[in-house]
């Protein structure tokens, strides 16, 4: 009787430790542009947790959409394709939402360092090909709606 009563409690506690381990928070989208050249919805990653699972194990994001990862000081940022299974372009920002560095079509789980040689604030990641698609070039202005 101890043993299943045992066993019992334990199984709750592993389930409990879990749950509350890979709760899902709820993604916050909101919407930007690159005024007379594109308009995205883009989830927010504004949290350390949310920063390092980024577009990790998705296997699709839909047309004009995207993840904006946002960080408390410009830095110089190192990205990464690690777990991420779809091809991105990454768009560096600076402090005042310009864009400072382009890098496009990152390949599917490779592990290579992205990053931009001057401090970003953020990075935008697109789905590849919309750098090229939208004409986006350095010194272009996004605004958060």
Known sequence: MKKVLF???FTIVVFAFFFFLYKKEKSV???ISF???ATYQV???DTPEKSERGLMWRKSMPKNQGMLFIFPYPS???MWMKNTYI???MIFLNSRNRVICLRENARP???SIISCPYPAQKVLELNAGEIKNKNLQLGDMLFIK
């Open 7 to 9: 066993f019992v409690i």
């Open 29 to 31: 989208f909101i919407d």
């Open 35 to 37: 005024p007379n050249k």
């Open 43 to 45: 989830e927010i990653a």
């Open 76 to 78: 110089i940022i190192r």
């Open 87 to 89: 091809p991105l372009d």
């Open 109 to 111: 789980l490779d592990e």
